[in-house]
């Protein structure tokens, strides 16, 4: 099958989003099919734009300068149609983010030349965003467009907004470089945690970090508590003052790759996350692939693949959190029970599966 991804962002871009649809054309092309990328991100070699191809996959890149080289074009819908008429395909894949200008013009495209569409929603829909995209009903809900997004969590603010049902096409993983042997062996009188993500408001990391405060009073002297915050962004000189203050054991290491990620993890006990708005979680992910007890909270799309007391514990508000890093502190062996659980059994959302599904979607658009 014929596949065009559409995405503002892309490579050499490192987000969540540009992973995740670099590994699903991926894990496409692998099946057989000829997928393709359509972005407003440049790049070094085509500040222009232009085609080039990155891990045999074709990148088209329309593109213009900008401060920041932000992803956007003013016209995308004719620039699109362009290259889909020049080149066709059988159907088109538009993913979705917070903010997706690229992407809302391409839907315009699509729409036009009656295309058969799926759209994949990667952020959590607001009230805010919600009466803003009341206005793109007739995009959306036309015949031919399959609106999906990636946890069911996230696909019930889209639905509520878009006043239909909304389908849920998960995040992926290739579980081989994730899985670990064994479970962490878990140190007497000592829980170590961890967490991966974006130094950035919507991650909550504040608020970990006084639920880890809050956790460390609460286990006295019993077990000691250390973090590991693994990440970078625009709250990082706060987040590091606000810790030194709470006086709690806590390292920051910056932005890691794969390999050093896995390796923090081999010297942790489990992973910790307070974010709420968290969409999918795909850290979180790769951390209870890897073998560890994820404790999050309940409301997020991580509560998809995370089920309270079998891969991790689930809490409903922060102060319940910081019970949870309690409660595994101080009974070693439900650590190890989720521990051995999650080394044991390979989750669900991996790339064959998700590409079964998003092949199921393509042909419920027409394709």
């Known amino acids: 099958m014929r596949i065009a991804h559409v995405s503002d962002c ?26 393709r990328i359509i972005t407003a991100t440049p790049a070094a070699a085509e500040p222009r734009g232009g085609r080039s191809l990155i891990d045999d996959l074709p990148v088209d890149r329309i593109t213009m300068r900008l401060p920041g080289d932000l992803p956007v074009h003013p016209r995308t819908r004719a620039h699109v149609v362009d290259l889909l008429r020049d080149e066709p395909v059988d159907v088109v894949h538009i993913h979705l983010g917070a903010v997706s200008p690229f992407a809302w013009g391409a839907l315009r495209a699509t729409a036009e030349m009656g295309l058969p569409t799926v759209v994949t929603v990667h952020s959590m829909w607001g009230p805010l965003s919600q009466r803003g995209y009341r206005t793109a009903r007739t ?34 993983i290739d579980p081989v470089p994730w899985r670990h042997a064994h479970p962490v062996p878990r140190v007497a009188g000592r829980l170590r945690v961890v967490t991966v993500a974006r130094l950035a408001p919507r991650k909550r990391i504040p608020e970990l970090i006084r ?3 809050r956790a460390r009073v609460l286990l006295e002297s019993d077990v000691h508590l250390d973090a590991t915050v693994i990440g970078d962004g625009p709250l990082r000189t706060r987040i590091e003052r606000l810790a030194r203050g709470l006086d709690i054991d806590i390292r920051f290491t910056g932005r890691l790759d794969a390999d050093a990620i896995r390796a923090v993890f081999g010297r942790s006990d489990a992973f910790v996350q307070a974010s709420v708005r968290e969409s999918f979680g795909i850290a979180a992910l790769e951390a209870r692939t890897f073998g560890l007890p994820v404790i999050a909270r309940s409301q997020s799309g991580t509560s998809e693949f995370i ?8 809490a409903p508000d922060d102060r319940r959190l910081a019970d949870a890093i309690v409660h595994l502190g101080r009974d070693r062996r439900l650590g190890e029970r989720i521990a051995t659980h999650n080394v044991e059994v390979v989750p669900r959302e991996t790339w064959p599966i998700v590409c079964g599904e998003a092949s199921r979607l393509y042909a419920v658009a027409g394709a």
């Open 139 to 172: 995009l959306l809900g036309r015949p031919g467009c399959v609106v999906s997004a990636v946890s069911g969590v996230a696909a019930r603010a889209v639905s509520d907004a878009l006043g239909r049902p909304v389908e849920v096409l998960p995040n992926g």
């Open 10 to 35: 892309y490579l050499p871009r490192t987000g969540g989003i540009e992973t995740q649809v670099r590994s699903l054309a991926l894990a496409q092309l692998v099946r057989g099919d000829a997928p």
């Open 307 to 314: 089920h309270d007391g079998i891969e991790g514990l689930l």
């Open 211 to 213: 639920a880890l405060a």
